[in-house]
């Protein structure tokens, strides 16, 4: 583990901070609901309340504070990451420890999604290299999956094609990754061993990477394969949510790989980058970034419809450029990362559901 001083958020950006607090919270006021129940947040301008001191967010030509991945563990400690390093942050936003992938291997280049597993094992990717690995919380690789800058198409059991987030279901203790940029699938592993159980592509079929994977201007009806597999999560009742990035559409599974349903959520590309489920009991609602519009996209578990939204582009807090994974811990907070331009990552706090 290598950990590295924090630094408090510069003084430019605690003056934006302060200043916009009181009068720029969108995702309040821009929620949205075509009538019944919809939740409500406001974003937290204090958080983080510092940054490790290698790293730099919102700056423009940084490519290196491109935010790719976040998530909320069952302590709620919230774990960011930058295309090198990992940060841990306590529940009030403390930074805890910083350490990098790289250490295990120079070689691992974008580190890519984040997942806390019931266990407490930290599970991400290099995406480059077309491997997912699993680390202890505090750095020590114990697993990787896939060959190491190798990939050889979305029916291989032993390759990878540039994987972007994962999700270990906490019954089974399978691991299920968005497989990904240059696949077309998600694609099941034994997350104690790496051992390859299954995998599938778009309405739980065989994937075919020669097959249209995006609606056309002489076919406009959804694409019968993913385009870009990009945010998956799992429900307790034992569901798969796939965000199929390109094609703005969120499928659901059962573990098996068997088609549920799917939600187109708007027309255009874009429109879903990753996927999160609500903390209740019911898991009543999905929280799905759109990486183009620039906003939270709230659908209805149930049935999948959308219900309502939040925020909108821009570099204010609150706002959002280009949101890229979303997480949600125990309370209902949201925390979004944001690639580029946003380059940073933001917490809104949950301020009640419309229609009680």
């Keep these: 583990m290598n950990m590295l001083s924090a630094r408090v958020a510069p003084p430019?950006?605690?003056?934006?901070?302060?200043?916009?607090?009181?009068?720029?919270?969108?995702?309040?006021?821009?929620?949205?609901?075509?009538?019944?129940?919809?939740?409500?947040?406001?974003?937290?301008p204090t958080w983080p309340k510092t940054l490790p001191e290698t790293w730099t967010w919102r700056q423009p030509e940084a490519r290196q504070s491109d935010v790719l991945g976040i998530n909320a563990d069952a302590q709620d400690?919230?774990?960011?990451?930058t295309r090198g390093e990992i940060a841990e942050y306590d529940p009030q936003g403390n930074l805890l420890q910083v350490w990098s992938p790289r250490s295990a291997n120079p070689g691992f280049t974008t580190i890519h999604g984040l997942f806390l597993d019931h266990n407490g094992f930290l599970w991400t990717t290099a995406r480059e290299q077309h491997q997912v690995l699993k680390f202890t919380r505090d750095g020590r690789?114990?697993?990787?999956?896939?060959?190491?800058?190798?990939?050889?198409?979305?029916?291989?059991a032993e390759r990878m094609g540039r994987p972007a987030e994962v999700y270990v279901d906490p019954q089974t203790n399978e691991l299920f990754v968005a497989d990904g940029y240059t696949n077309r699938r998600v694609v099941v592993y034994d997350a104690a061993t790496g051992r390859y159980l299954r995998h599938w592509g778009a309405y739980g079929n065989r994937p075919d990477d020669n097959a249209r994977n995006r609606p056309s201007d002489t076919d406009p009806s959804p694409a019968p394969?993913?385009?870009?597999?990009?945010?998956?999560?799992?429900?307790r009742d034992g569901f798969i949510y796939l965000a199929d990035r390109t094609n703005s559409r969120v499928q659901v599974f059962e573990r098996s790989g068997k088609f549920v349903r799917e939600r187109v959520i708007r027309p255009g590309t874009g429109g879903a980058f990753s996927v999160a489920l609500s903390p209740d009991p019911q898991q009543e609602f999905v929280y799905v970034p759109d990486g183009t519009q620039h906003r939270i996209w709230i659908l209805r578990r149930r049935d999948m419809e959308v219900v309502g939204q939040f925020s909108r582009e821009g570099r204010q807090p609150g706002e959002l450029g280009r949101p890229h994974n979303i997480t949600v811990d125990t309370r209902g907070n949201i925390y979004v990362s944001e690639a580029d331009p946003g380059r940073r990552a933001q917490k809104f706090t949950p301020r009640g559901v419309a229609g009680r």
Aim: aromatic share 8%.
């Design 225 to 235: 394969a993913f385009a870009v597999p990009h945010g998956i999560t799992g429900s």
């Design 77 to 81: 400690h919230v774990w960011v990451t």
């Design 141 to 156: 690789l114990v697993l990787s999956i896939g060959k190491f800058n190798e990939t050889a198409g979305s029916n291989d």
């Design 12 to 44: 430019f950006l605690l003056a934006v901070l302060t200043v916009a607090a009181a009068a720029v919270v969108p995702s309040a006021a821009l929620a949205q609901a075509d009538g019944g129940r919809v939740p409500s947040f406001a974003v937290d």
